[in-house]
């Protein structure tokens, strides 16, 4: 247990709304990373953040936001939640060097 | 592009069978290689692998990397059915803004029946 946790951990919205989801940590961590995953997809990383305002894009960041304005919270705002964007969502830490990374539990994210 | 491939997508075997699951990677900048566990909930850290030809165990379940073929294997031998999961890897990119990336394959799901 990396001290990682995620809310909600299930939501249900409708198409255009905005939603943010939460991702806390208690360990200080300077990486923190929002990723999605999807079926046949596997986990693809939408951004991250290596510091306070520090944050940078991933593979699939279109439609997304981020803020990180302290250490131990990393937010992922939906600015208008479209279907395409139901998923499961995993945030993670790294713990430094040698760089792997370890997740929160997840939120499952339907838009109707 | 950084890729990460995985096979089998899907594999069914019978408990004590042995099993093999490969992973190939093109990732620029390449660091090493990590291989989860995830059963219905988050990903569960398994091994990372750096250096080429040593392998690393842990109980039933073993990993190489081979970095001149650019691909790691998982064995798990004398397969339970609390082996039954997804397991994914993912390639480490260390390079420029990338630094610590990681870019996961889709998974190989693993079922084992009693």
């Known amino acids: 247990d990396a001290g990682i946790t995620q809310s909600p951990r299930h939501k249900v919205t409708e198409t255009g709304t905005p939603v943010t989801l939460r991702c806390h940590q208690t360990?200080?961590?300077?990486?923190m990373y929002w990723y999605r995953q999807d079926p046949g997809h596997g986990l693809r990383l939408i951004h991250y953040?290596?510091?306070?305002?520090?944050?940078d894009k991933g593979e699939v960041s279109d439609g997304y936001s981020v803020s990180r304005s302290k250490t131990e919270d990393f937010l992922l705002t939906l600015e208008s939640a479209t279907s395409s964007q139901t998923s499961v969502y995993f945030c993670?830490?790294?713990?430094?060097?040698?760089?792997?990374?370890?997740f929160g539990p997840g939120t499952r994210l339907t838009v109707t | 592009e950084d890729k990460v491939v995985q096979s089998p997508l899907s594999l069914v075997v019978h408990e004590g069978d042995t099993v093999t699951l490969n992973c190939s990677y093109e990732?620029?900048?390449?660091?090493?290689l990590l291989w989860y566990k995830q059963e219905k909930k988050a990903p569960t850290f398994l091994f990372m692998l750096?250096?080429?030809?040593i392998e690393k165990k842990s109980g039933r379940l073993s990993s190489i990397l081979d970095k001149k073929e650019l691909f790691s294997i998982l064995n798990i031998t004398a397969t339970q059915t609390g082996d039954s999961a997804v397991y994914l890897c993912?390639?480490?990119?260390?390079?420029?803004?990338?630094?610590?990336?990681?870019?996961f394959g889709q998974g190989t799901i693993l079922t084992v029946h009693p």
């Open positions: 993670a830490i790294r713990e430094g060097v040698p760089y792997e990374q370890y």
């Open positions: 360990e200080n961590h300077r990486y």
């Open positions: 953040s290596y510091g306070v305002k520090d944050t």
């Open positions: 993912a390639a480490i990119n260390a390079g420029g803004t990338s630094y610590g990336k990681l870019t």
């Open positions: 750096t250096s080429s030809g």
């Open positions: 990732v620029t900048n390449f660091r090493s």
